[in-house]
């Protein structure tokens, strides 16, 4: 079956502009999460949606970053007036349950290079 | 505060040596530990989890409460071990925070 896509692969874009990134989980999933992906920083949690559950918002490191997801599947992650810094790899993954040992099956990423 | 720590950003061994990837956490409640892996080109994947105590491609990890460690180890290592590896620690929110990650070089 498919498995997690994201797009664009790349984006590069100009300062100060606004950016989303598209995550379609696999299908039947209920946790969707989001990462980012900086050299020599590992992955970053940004948020992760869990059912109808209000989301984990936690580790978005801005008010500049939002994300929803809407009907249960799909969901944006949208950068507002970006900055050089939020240059980095955005990756989605999505897991089937929240039981104990479940899996996250990650995206392809997003590239995004801020000018 | 929750923590992974991935002391390593690189490590090199020769094909058939013993490898060891460190990995420690700090969290307070009852953790559950992951190791995923990158390999070039290919998307980040699951490559074994504690609760499993299963070994995956002659990888084995085992859960140290004392010493707040889930290292990952391998007897024999290959040269397509070569990738990137990332310990993850998932808390009772299941929010997952991953470590820095290390690079493992297999020299042949």
């Known amino acids: 079956g498919a498995g997690v896509s994201q797009s664009p692969s790349n984006k590069v874009t100009e300062k100060g502009k606004d950016v989303e990134l598209r995550c379609d989980p696999i299908?039947?999933?209920?946790?969707l999460y989001w990462y980012r992906q900086s050299l020599g920083q590992g992955l970053e949690f940004l948020i992760y949606f869990q059912g109808n559950s209000a989301p984990d918002k936690s580790g978005l490191p801005s008010d500049r970053f939002s994300a929803e997801r809407t009907g249960g599947s799909v969901s944006t992650l949208t950068i507002q007036r970006t900055q050089q810094e939020d240059s980095a790899v955005y990756l989605c993954?999505?897991?089937?349950?929240?039981?104990?040992?479940?899996?996250?099956?990650f995206g392809p990423g997003t590239r995004l290079t801020v000018t | 505060a929750q923590r992974v720590t991935q002391p390593e950003k690189l490590l090199s061994v020769f094909k058939g040596a013993p490898v060891e990837l460190k990995c420690n956490y700090s969290y307070s409640g009852s953790p559950e530990l992951f190791w995923y892996v990158q390999y070039s080109r290919q998307r980040l994947q699951l490559l074994l989890r504690h609760i499993s105590r299963e070994s995956i491609k002659g990888f084995t990890a085992d859960l140290n409460k004392g010493e707040t460690s889930f290292h990952l180890k391998k007897p024999f290592a290959q040269e397509e071990d070569s990738a990137m590896y990332y310990c993850a620690l998932r808390t009772g929110g299941f929010k997952t925070i991953f470590g820095a990650g290390t690079r493992l070089f297999v020299k042949a």
């Open positions: 993954a999505s897991s089937g349950g929240t039981s104990l040992g479940s899996e996250q099956y």
């Open positions: 299908s039947g999933h209920t946790a």
